[in-house]
């Protein structure tokens, strides 16, 4: 069979996406499938996961994500500004709803984060607090975390010093405890920086550490307005490994919370793919187009973005 993929990423959290809008592909056995075959980057292109874009009853479209372990997540903040961008440029439109696992949320054409650097918003309104399930005597007591479903589950912790490798031991232990966690979680670590500005990092559920996550990145702004750190109707400009996004955590009512995610929808490649599920290893690639100056201006925002951050600690 043969079929197209698009490369993209919204800070630094990298997918293909595959257009399932006309037709329908892959059966669901296929989709793990591909996720598992294609985002492995030890053996292949690599990403942090596949989106599927679908056509939907009740939305502009629908976004099917699905990490490189074949698990699928209930949504994903920065793949749901790359799924808006191409329902986008594909409906003419500057705005779009797109349907989730776990309800519509809308994709918004944004003012530019940095020149030339095609931006988008999307609305986090499926919101919960959550109880703290009581983990295992080897995560340290010390930390206190947030429980956050966004809708994907996140545990949330503010921090001083970010250690890569304690995220990474937190995050595989509370994704090892089916009797605790059953459907596993997101957990990140959050510094404040200044007044609106703080940096995260996130390991992902299915995933592992990345060089940003959405979801992990508006549920960790929602937590600094909820603990006090940051004022609710105010951005917050949300620092990561792979750049930069502005988080804007709103009140609705109580109990009830909205993060609008703005951020760069960068695309980085289009390639034809050729294969057969009969026969995994022999997979054919027809290059398309290279989308240079977009990989080019994120280069630059990376700079930027990298300037800003140091500017702060440097104060």
């Known amino acids: 069979m043969q079929f197209n993929i698009l490369k993209c990423h919204g800070s630094s959290n990298d997918f293909f996406l595959i257009d399932e809008y006309e037709e329908l592909l892959f059966t669901e056995q296929q989709r793990i499938v591909l996720a598992k075959l294609f985002c492995d980057r030890d053996n292949n292109i690599g990403a942090d996961g596949i989106l599927f874009f679908q056509a939907s009853n009740i939305a502009n479209g629908k976004m099917r994500m699905f990490n490189p372990d074949g698990s699928e997540a209930e949504i994903c903040g920065n793949g749901l500004r790359c799924i808006g961008r191409f329902a986008c440029e594909l409906f003419a439109k500057s705005s779009v709803s797109i349907e989730t696992l776990k309800g519509v949320s809308q994709v918004f054409k944004d003012i530019d984060i940095y020149p030339n650097l095609p931006t988008y918003q999307a609305e986090l309104n499926i919101i919960s607090l959550t109880s703290i399930p009581k983990l295992v005597d080897t995560i340290d007591n010390n930390l206190s975390f947030t429980a956050i479903n966004m809708p994907n589950p996140h545990l949330v912790a503010i921090i001083n010093d970010i250690s890569d490798s304690?995220?990474?031991?937190?995050?595989?232990?509370?994704?090892?405890?089916?009797?605790?966690?059953?459907?596993?979680?997101?957990?990140?670590?959050?510094?404040?920086?200044?007044?609106?500005?703080?940096?995260?990092?996130?390991?992902?559920?299915?995933?592992?550490?990345?060089?940003?996550?959405?979801?992990?990145?508006?549920?960790?702004?929602?937590?600094?307005?909820?603990?006090?750190?940051n004022s609710f109707n105010k951005p917050i400009n949300v620092y990561n490994r792979g750049g930069m996004v502005i988080c804007t955590p709103k009140l609705i009512d109580k109990d009830k919370y909205s993060v609008f995610l703005s951020g760069n929808a960068t695309f980085i490649f289009n390639n034809t793919i050729e294969f057969e599920f009969s026969n995994l290893t022999n997979i054919i690639q027809y290059f398309g187009e290279v989308f240079t100056d977009e990989i080019q201006n994120y280069g630059r925002f990376i700079e930027y973005s990298t300037q800003k951050y140091s500017s702060i600690l440097n104060r």
């Open 166 to 229: 304690e995220l990474e031991k937190i995050g595989k232990l509370a994704n090892q405890l089916p009797d605790k966690i059953p459907d596993g979680t997101n957990v990140n670590f959050c510094k404040i920086l200044d007044s609106n500005s703080i940096y995260v990092r996130t390991y992902e559920r299915g995933v592992g550490l990345t060089n940003s996550c959405g979801s992990g990145m508006s549920a960790s702004s929602l937590v600094t307005c909820l603990l006090g750190h």
